[in-house]
């Protein structure tokens, strides 16, 4: 019950891991909001969850400055209040480096960088209100190793460690902590990824990405490996952590 009463807004709740998160928070007792632009699952992900806490879906759009605001306003109202946001709405998109289109550029900045400084700011003065809070952001590996087949992308996960830095720093003031996940599990995200490709790049794929897992040479299941993690990170447990980028991923960022 470590999240007993605690009011959180959760983005990217439809799918992979923030429906991991969605049933982890409602299990630890926590009230919940969850937000996605796939309503029809987002919907049965707060409908399916169970435990002592509760969840509710909203649609909104993380790239969107008018529907995160309006969306917030309509959470914070619902929920009485806000504790932490927990931000894992994202997109990958595949590019080589010399060929990555504007457009493709543009897509993928929208939602993972512009969409992470939108929702913290937007939750900064209910965080604030509270007297302190949570912000967990989604980074990855790939924004600390070069993805040449993934550039762009690449460079929004770069952007989100730095700026989960800065808000960190901007924000320990009002006490509330600024942190970002660096994961590496099995959800649509990482499916999508893998399709269509050769054997070579298959096995290109399993170097570079899961031999080096140290716990098992697999991605996590989000449910059972990440969700206990967003649980601790939302919870007063991690109220000293703050502007840190936790690898939550068998070992593959640092163990070799
Ligand atoms: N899967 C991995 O191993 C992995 C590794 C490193 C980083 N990440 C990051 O973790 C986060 C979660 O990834 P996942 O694998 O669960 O992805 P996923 O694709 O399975 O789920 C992402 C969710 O975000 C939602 N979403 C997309 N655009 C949105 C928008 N504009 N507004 C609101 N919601 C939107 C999608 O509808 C979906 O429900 C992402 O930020 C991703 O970049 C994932």
Redesign the pocket.
């Known amino acids: 019950m470590e999240l007993e009463g605690k009011r959180i807004i959760i983005?990217?709740?439809?799918?992979?891991?923030?429906?991991a998160t969605t049933r982890a928070f409602v299990n630890a007792g926590a009230h919940v909001i969850g937000?996605?632009?796939?309503d029809e699952?987002?919907a049965s992900v707060c409908t399916e969850a169970t435990g002592s806490g509760s969840a509710r879906y909203m649609h909104?759009?993380?790239?969107d400055n008018d529907s995160i605001q309006s969306a917030f306003a309509e959470a914070v109202s619902t929920l009485g209040g806000l504790d932490a946001l927990a931000n894992?709405?994202?997109?990958?998109r595949a590019g080589v480096t010399g060929e990555i289109t504007v457009e493709d550029w543009d897509a993928v900045f929208a939602?993972?960088v512009r969409?992470t400084m939108i929702t913290n700011q937007a939750a900064h003065p209910y965080l604030k209100e509270s007297g302190g809070g949570s912000i967990i952001n989604?980074?990855?590996?790939?924004g600390q190793r070069a993805e040449a087949g993934a550039a762009a992308?690449s460079a929004t996960?770069g952007a989100v460690h730095a700026w989960t830095r800065s808000a960190a720093g901007a924000w320990g003031a009002d006490n509330i902590r600024v942190n970002a996940?660096?994961?590496?599990?099995?959800?649509?995200?990482?499916r999508?990824a893998a399709e269509g490709l050769s054997e070579e790049k298959m096995n290109e794929r399993y170097w570079r990405n899961f031999h080096g897992i140290a716990l098992g040479r697999d991605?996590g299941d989000?449910d059972r490996d990440l969700g206990p993690v967003m649980v601790f990170l939302a919870s007063d447990a991690s109220h000293f952590i703050t502007g840190q980028l936790l690898p939550v991923d068998g070992g593959q960022t640092n163990v070799r």
């Open positions: 983005t990217g709740c439809a799918n992979g891991m923030g429906a937000m996605d632009i796939d699952t987002g909104a759009d993380v790239s894992p709405a994202g997109i990958h939602v993972n969409g989604f980074g990855s590996i790939s992308y996960k996940i660096l994961p590496a599990m099995h959800t649509p995200m990482s999508t991605y989000a």
